[in-house]
């Protein structure tokens, strides 16, 4: 595929069609190469070249995550290109609104931030270090968002290079790691109220089905197992490309050379199955030769047998790593790959899952009153369809709060230079002095001010400059009698609601943001004009008859550190620039005490050092003084038998004689057969919680008042849920109380 630079005007105009619009986080545990792969993406806009393309880490423009090596912040970047489509052989417009997150445990909740605007997540696993505790993390944070997964197998190089490997011993890598990540599809899985078996649905990683995508970042090469399918399919002439698709990750079939078809029996004769021998193999092949044993003559050969026709120089280059990247890039570029999948696979927003739509706008919550439900009804076809229609309310969720240099502005690039007459120059000259004079006095702005910016995702309507909005805080209801009754009186003394208006819109491509005069539904953006209303996330809406977005919680920080500044009286600013760190970073909190300390609270080492680095840097530009970490420990206690009864006359107690004081403490671990009763039911649990389920004489009460022949079916639904609850809760306690005797109160 042949990439070019898309001008601003093409992809303002794909961003009006939600059909050619996919939302895409990228998450992995740290160092398992999500910038490396975001860097081949960008190379086909030509942000940057393909050659640094790995290397370059174009997203990473802290100047702490580059000597680092990792990630600290989430940055979003819109890539158009054109997609070839595999099934009938068309070309499609793709405008990819890609998040590259981190993959550090101090900074999840940037992750969290990402996958809320996100439809669809690109999983990415280190195959040799295999699943980790973030990758893990990655998953929960997709599955719970409701976000379509593809995982992507990376550093697939390590073996032939690295490890030497052989093909039988990656396979069984490569089948682990897929068969580990589905595992925790499914722990998740059974906590939901579906019935329906998880083999029956798509949220599994099946290699067969596309969602699955071997490769190699660093090299640039990634493929499927379809895409293996079509290239072999004339040494295979019996078989269809679906029908070899669906052989070659089946565990049990092999290819007959004798025959040339493919044959049952591979596990039983100890042969190597379809995918080892045609996938495996001839990466084996190809890296052995280049890069091991350095046999230059055979680089036509291959070339010939990958079906490569364009020879570039870098494919006869000296350097084999050079050499390699260039072949294997040319044979299966994983950019191309990535891409046709994320268009085939994940959903455009004109399609968002009618599940998500409920979860967003909290329609599992037991609403009392029937005009908040019939609101949400009413929004539902708009979320639905991801109108832009000028009739259409404009409803939007602010992920999270960043900041960027002024200079990264579209409009304070600096300009073309057009030579004028001597006359006109000088009279222009004297305006700009004395308006930059001006407006350096009245807003005490430099040239290397940050300005904070909110990361939005809209959901209905056309968002425009100008427009007034709503922010609805977490709490707020609309109430039917009240907004008929007198809406502006309403909208004023409301505490839950606070009027705004969108100052500038900018369309995202990394470090540079570009000015736009609307966004469309379906469309991620920037928002400048919200920082004193916001502090980190938000609902804006056009209309008061909207509900607010469910919040996802976020890492409480662990870390505590006292701040204060070397110099008394810069404090005012020290108090400032905390403020606009906490706007910034949705996981750091600032705690005053009652001796007047502030107190910075953070996740870990890293994200302190980060925060230190803003605050000094950005936002305050003062020496300032941290004292030692006051760390919150926060212990579990687990028994190693697998049944513990609880008596009076069995307790350890532990006992702190320190002074006048004397603190014993008793320790008893939860036993499983509780723990597990939690489990199966945390959805019932987390809905008494939350929500505090009514009382059976609530219902009856409920049932009077709201029969009638034109009852809504969407109360009707939410009743009997209530009930169903309301019984389970009953049998759930008599049996937590009969069993558990003295564990329950």
Known sequence: MAYSRPSQIEMQKCMKSPKCIRNVSILAHVDHGKTTIADTLLATNKLVSKRLAGSLRYLDDRRDEQERQITMKSSAVSLLNVVHDENDGSNHLLLLNLIDTPGHIDFSSEVTAAVRVSDGALILVDVVEGVCVQTRESIKQAFEQKAKMILVLNKLDRYFTNLMKDVEDVFRGISQVIENCNAIIAEFYQYTDNEIDIEDTDLLFQPDKGNVIFASAIDGWGFTTKQIAKMFLNMIPNESVDSLNEKIWN?????????????????????????????????????????????????????????????????????????????????????????????????????IQLEKIQCFLNQHYFYDDKYVNECIENLIPFFSSCSSDDETPVVLYVSKMFCVNKKNLSQNKPKVFVPKPRSEREKEDILKKRDNSESIEQNGDSEDDVITVALARVFTGNLKQGDVLYILHPGYTPDKDKIDQNMEDFIENNKLITKVTIKELYMLLGKELVLVENVPAGNVCGIRGLESAIIRTATLSSTVRCVPFVEQLQQD?????????????????????????????????????????????????????????????????????????????????????????????????????????????????????????????????????????????????????????????????????????????????????????????
């Open 557 to 745: 920080p662990v870390v505590r550190n006292v701040i204060e500044p070397v110099n008394p009286t810069d404090l005012p600013v020290l108090r400032q620039g905390l403020k606009h760190l906490m706007q910034s970073d949705s996981c750091v909190q600032v705690v005053t005490q009652e001796t007047g300390e502030l107190v910075l609270l953070t996740s870990g080492d890293v994200h302190l050092e980060k925060c230190l680095e803003d605050l000094t840097t950005k936002f305050a530009k003062i020496e300032i003084n941290v004292s030692s970490p006051m760390v919150s420990l926060r212990e579990t206690i687990i028994h190693t038998s697998k049944r513990y009864d609880y008596k009076e006359d069995d307790i350890n107690t532990l006992t702190v004689d320190s002074g006048p004081f004397k603190v014993s403490v008793i320790a008893v671990s939860l036993p499983e057969y509780i723990s597990r009763v939690v489990k199966q039911n945390f959805e019932l649990l987390r809905s008494i919680e939350e929500y505090k389920a009514k009382s059976e004489n609530e219902i009856k009460s409920d049932e009077n008042r709201f029969k009638s022949e034109h009852i809504n079916a969407a109360i009707c639904k939410v009743k009997e849920q209530l009930k169903k609850h309301l019984v389970q809760r009953k049998t759930f306690g008599k049996t937590l109380k009969i069993k558990f005797g003295v564990w329950v109160k």
């Open 251 to 351: 565990f049990d079939c092999y290819v007959d050379a004798k025959s040339k078809t493919i044959k049952t029996g591979a596990i039983e004769h100890k042969k190597m199955n379809v995918f080892t021998q045609l996938c495996l193999k001839t990466l084996e092949y190809v890296y052995n030769t280049i890069v091991i044993r350095m046999e230059r003559e055979k680089v036509d050969v291959i070339l010939k047998k990958l079906n490569i026709t364009n020879v570039t120089r870098d494919m006869t280059h000296n350097d084999t790593k050079i050499q390699v990247k260039a072949i294997l890039e040319s044979w299966k570029p994983l950019a191309d790959t990535i891409l046709q999948q994320c268009f085939r696979i994940i959903r455009p927003p004109s399609e």
